[in-house]
């Protein structure tokens, strides 16, 4: 399984930037997917989770209300819209691929949880 993230840029603050995440390589539809973003010098954190579909989310408390992740399973794409940009956002984006799951199961929070890594997409918020 590969994954391409792409979508990322500078901006000024405010602003909005959507990172989109294209699988390949292998059917996902039956595994939680997230975006984690990791700033220089800081640990890889999550920012979104989702289950098999959009009804299943999880959101950082830092983005709640600004992000949303959405998933098209037929297009095997996942994305992030991020909306109200801050300075704090400024770091490179992953995508990733977690276990298999059912509809209703918990979502994995934890990065040991994901599998498969797409390879960044850097994201620069000014001020």
């Known amino acids: 399984v590969q994954l391409q993230a792409s979508g990322g840029g500078l901006v000024q603050a405010g602003t909005f930037l959507s990172l989109s995440c294209v699988v390949s390589g292998g059917n996902v539809n039956r595994n939680g997917m997230g975006w984690f973003r990791q700033a220089p010098g800081k640990e890889r954190d999550l920012v979104a989770a989702?289950?098999?579909?959009?009804?299943?989310?999880y959101y950082a408390e830092s983005v709640k209300g600004r992000f949303t992740a959405t998933r098209d399973n037929d297009k095997r794409t996942l994305i992030l819209q991020m909306n109200s940009l801050k300075p704090e956002d400024t770091a490179v984006y992953y995508c990733?691929?977690?276990?298999?799951?059912?509809?209703?199961?918990?979502?994995?929070?934890?990065?040991?949880?994901?599998?498969?890594w797409g390879q960044g997409t850097q994201v620069t918020v000014s001020s």
């Open positions: 990733a691929v977690g276990p298999q799951m059912i509809l209703t199961a918990p979502l994995s929070l934890n990065a040991s949880d994901y599998k498969y």
């Open positions: 989702i289950g098999r579909n959009d009804r299943n989310t």
